[in-house]
Structures are given as C-alpha cells and as structure tokens.
C-alpha cells in the first residue's frame, strides 16, 4: 500500500480522475450546440473572461470544445482498448495455454501485425473502413491488439508452468476450468497495467488520425480534431493548438505515471 501511495501515484490518479469527471459531467452541464455555436465576430480570440481559453477560427469556446472533446477522446480510446483485450486475451491464453502448432500459427498472425508499425496499422484500416468514429475504434482496437496478445501469452506460458497448475491437470481439471480458475486470474494483474498503458497510446492514436482526416469527424469535439483545424492558426492564434495538446499531453502524462506504478505494485517480478 505504500508503494501504492506515492506522489507519482497520487499525482497520476489525480489527473485520470479529473478527466474522467469532465468528461462524464461536461455533457450535462454543456450542450453540444453551445460547444458549436459559432460567433464570427469573436473568432480568434485570446483567452480573456468572457472565454477563458480563448476561441477558435469560427468563434466557437475552446474550454467548451476541449471539454466535451474529453469525451470524445476517451470513449475512443477505453473502446479500442476494450476491443483489443477481447480479440488479443483469448489469442494469447490459447496461444500459451496449447503452445505447439497452435502457438505457431497464432504467434505467426500476430508477429505479421506487429510488423507494422501501431499507427500505421490503424491509419490503413482506416483508410479501408472509412473515417468516422466506430471505424477509429476498429481500427486503434486492431493495431493494439497483437502487443497485448503477445504480454497474454508470455504470462501465460510462465503461469502454465507453475507447480498448482501441473497440480491442477493432473486432478483432471479440464482446459475450459484451468483457463478460467487458474491462468486468466492470475495474469490479471499484467493485463490491468498493460491496458492502463494502451489508454494512453490509444488517445495519441485518435489524436494522429483524427489530424489526419481518418478519425473523428466535424461537428463532433475531439482534441484530434481541433488540433487540424488549427493548423492554419498557429501564427496569429496558437493557444488554438496549445489547448487541446495540453490535454492531449496532461491525460497521456497522467496515464503513463499511474500505469508506472501499477506495474511496480502488480507485477511479482517488480515487486520480488
């Protein structure tokens, strides 16, 4: 608990929980037509009180857009984790579980995807499927998947080979139960810490393509998003830019610190 409790945990939960909470609470309180409504006549504006972040090309409230683009960005992102531990945990724990020519043909499929580098992988799926927001999920979902199918399966093939597991068999506990009482809750941990960490590379991967043209689409709010559009600003209005890279920047940051620590905590060779 200790270990638990320290400033680079607490700071790194801090910043996770806030921006849960703007992102779950900014849609009660900000509808989507104040987030675009437009106002030529305050387009560009700098931060001032009457918009405390500023405004953007077509007068629209940077606080309103960054927060509800909160949302936005983080639904893509625990969506295309969540499909990647659906299609990589079950590769992986079969892939370590039967070893042998499963494992051959499983790992060979994985190491194929893994040749790609993530974004580019996503970038072409989505190209394929077509840019909107359930295809960026597909496609971020699909590029993370062979990094966690292949942490699946070294786990599992270090659990397979524990004394209680080899116990376990021999009692005549079949695959189905050993899978499931035995190997998955044990490398639990492992896929906690390595989806804590995806969160964070998932939301630079909707960021990339949503500047791209292949992600999230106007008139939603994504910091992707308002990042292209603000491409042509940054001269006279960078804080147009700063903004959502800040946001994009503090969440991956908060992340990857909290993810840091749940690996020393969780993981038995960290903590042996």
Known sequence: MKRFLTP?????????????????????????????????????KGPALA??????????????????????????AGLAVGLSIIIGL??????????????????RLVDTLLSFPALLLALTISAMLGPNLQNTIIAIGIAFTPFLARIVRGEALRVVQMPYVEAARASGTN??????????????????VQA??????AILAEAGLSFLGLGTQPPQSSWGLMIQASRDYLDVAPWTALVPGAAVAL????????????????????RG
């Open 51 to 76: 918009h405390l972040l500023g405004t953007d090309q077509l007068g629209r409230d940077l606080l309103y857009r960054v927060m509800l683009g909160a949302r936005t960005s983080l639904t893509i």
């Open 196 to 201: 804590t960490i995806s969160l964070a590379f």
């Open 8 to 44: 680079k945990a607490l700071v790194g939960l801090g910043v996770i929980v806030a921006i849960l909470l703007i992102a779950i609470l900014a849609p009660l309180f900000i509808p989507d037509a104040a987030a675009n409504k437009m106002n030529m006549a305050a387009r560009l």
């Open 175 to 192: 695959d189905l139960q050993m899978i499931l009482r035995h190997i998955l809750p044990n490398i639990m941990p492992q896929i906690i």
């Open 90 to 107: 079950p590769l992986g724990i079969i892939s370590g579980y039967y070893r042998g020519h499963v494992d051959n043909v499983l790992m």
């Open 251 to 270: 969440t991956v940051l908060g992340l990857n610190m909290f993810g840091d620590v749940l690996r020393d905590v969780l993981d038995p060779r960290v």
